[in-house]
């Protein structure tokens, strides 16, 4: 971390009041907080220090400064409100931040909150065609355009005229899916709910072209500075929501009905008297020998849970199932856990699930993601808890594009318990089932779609984060699109999780 200093004593509350008031604000939805918040809110001036350090921090990896760069700044908070980033050592060069005021947080908490747009600093050229301006939501400025993003105010300093910082938090923490409001059948805040659908940018990682701006202004206040070079990394997974294994007799007959592959439907009647593999065990294998034929990697989630009536299950004990687990080991391929459905909001059946998996795999570090992507701000803390390596939930089940604002794996910060979690966080950008089932894409726009995804997280460097189930490698259009982007992706990095990201 880098030094944290305050200019003068703050004459309203202190840090530490501040932490504690804002604490409490995000723990409860805003229904609650008429009563016992109105006073408190009235003294919270600004978002407490460490929130800040935080998203400074979050920015500026953007911008492609190194932690060991970053841990050389300092970080000054002034009375005015304004923060500044010395960015070195010894000099007033500097990033200067306006803290977002009283009447922001007050707004905030009765779910008011307005989007604004800014520019580049300076032309970035034809390489960033598809970051035309900068979109920020939960902006501390009353215009709707701000100018540039960065504008030099002396030789020595940058000002940014928005409160980044706060905005930057608010996105990656999912502040707005903390606030009551309308949840789909499963529970779940939809994608046209949020403020990246309902403005349009919900295909754009926003946080992560912050940095592009940003790295713009330091390349100017540091001229010998050569940023962290970005990189397309590639991170394919898959949940094994069915495996064919117990034997279920619609499944079965499903392969021939809807699924259109007889040949499945008499492989999983002799299965069970034969020892063969089961059609879905077969495409679960012939998915991970996909990923490795094109140079990616892949990683298969399981579930502890039998057969549910909202989803499917299996006995993870099964003989079969050990043995499909033996062979990807053999392999190399990374497995993790896939919590059922009725995990979402019980820590106590998440911890059973989490356990069983990982006695399965002998493991202790794993990730994972939850079943139908059934996820809130607190599913963080529940993984945080249970000392899981990473989650990979973070998409919309109902559109692609980047719910947090972001392709750049982090560490959340959580709301409700006012801090950093020691999880990481690999967002998802697209599952299989969301162009298809739920956009209602045709396959030649599925593709397009996907592929425009993929080319913005080149553009900023970060993970393109897919999820395909081996139910979803039969059916008609889709599997050619998945061979067809896995082709296009064929030889992209791997994101190693492993690598921290700080
Ligand atoms: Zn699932």
Not at 57 to 80: P, S, Y
Not at 200 to 217: C, K, M, S, T
């Amino acid at each position: 971390m880098p030094t944290v200093t305050k200019r003068r004593t703050a004459s309203s509350a202190t840090a530490k009041d501040s932490s504690a008031l804002m604490k409490n604000k995000f723990l409860r939805p805003a229904a609650c907080l008429a009563v016992s918040m109105q006073v408190q809110i009235e003294q919270l001036v600004r978002l407490p220090r460490k929130a800040t350090v935080y998203a400074i921090k979050e920015l500026v990896r953007r911008a492609g400064v190194t932690t060991e760069m970053f841990q050389t700044w300092r970080i000054e908070f002034e009375d005015e409100g304004f923060v500044n980033v010395f960015v070195q050592p010894g000099t007033n060069q500097r990033i200067r931040f306006p803290q977002a005021n009283l009447w922001f947080w007050k707004e905030l908490n009765a779910g008011q909150f307005r989007t604004a747009t800014a520019k580049w600093m300076c032309d970035p050229g034809a390489k960033f065609a598809l970051v035309p301006d900068f979109r920020i939501p939960f902006s501390s400025d009353a215009r709707k355009d701000v100018g540039p993003l960065f504008t030099a105010t002396g030789r020595d300093c940058i000002e940014c005229p928005v409160d980044l910082p706060a905005s930057t938090l608010l996105t990656l923490s999912r502040f707005e899916e903390t606030l009551p409001g309308p949840r789909d059948v499963h529970g779940r805040f939809s994608a046209f709910s949020s403020i990246a659908w309902q403005n349009g940018f919900l295909h754009r990682p926003i946080v992560d072209e912050y940095g592009l701006a940003l790295e713009q202004a330091l390349s100017i206040l540091l001229p010998g500075w050569n940023p962290v070079e970005r990189r397309l990394r590639v991170k394919i997974g898959h949940d094994v929501d069915e495996i064919g294994v117990p034997f279920s007799l619609r499944t079965v007959l499903g392969h021939t009905l809807r699924r259109k592959i007889p040949l499945g439907t008499l492989r999983d009647l002799v299965a069970p008297w034969t020892g063969i593999d089961t059609t879905y065990a077969i495409l679960l294998r012939k998915l991970v020998a996909l990923s490795l034929e094109h140079g990616l990697d892949a990683a298969v989630y399981w579930k502890a849970h039998a057969p549910g009536p909202q989803e499917a299950g299996y006995d993870l004990r099964h003989k079969r199932i050990q043995g499909l687990v033996a062979a990807l080991r053999a392999q190399g391929i990374e497995m993790g856990v896939h919590p059922s459905y009725n995990t979402f909001e019980s820590l106590e059946r998440l911890q059973v699930e989490v356990s069983a998996v990982r006695e399965l795999l002998g493991a202790h570090e794993i990730g994972g993601r939850q079943d139908f992507l059934r996820w809130n701000p607190e599913t963080w803390v529940h993984w945080d808890e249970l000392d899981l390596a990473y989650d990979a939930t973070v998409g919309f089940a109902d559109h692609i594009g980047f719910r947090a604002g972001t392709c750049y794996p982090f560490r959340p910060w959580l709301l409700s318990k006012g801090r950093e979690a020691q999880l990481l966080e690999i967002p998802l950008m697209a599952m299989d089932s969301t162009p298809q089932g739920y956009m209602k894409l045709s396959p030649e726009d599925a593709f397009r779609e996907l592929i425009d995804c993929a080319a913005r997280c080149r553009t900023v460097g970060g993970v393109f984060s897919l999820l395909w189930h081996n139910t979803r490698l039969v059916g008609q259009g889709y599997p050619v699109v998945y061979r067809k982007l896995l082709h296009e992706l064929a030889g992209s990095e791997r994101y190693d999780w492993r690598q921290s990201c700080d």
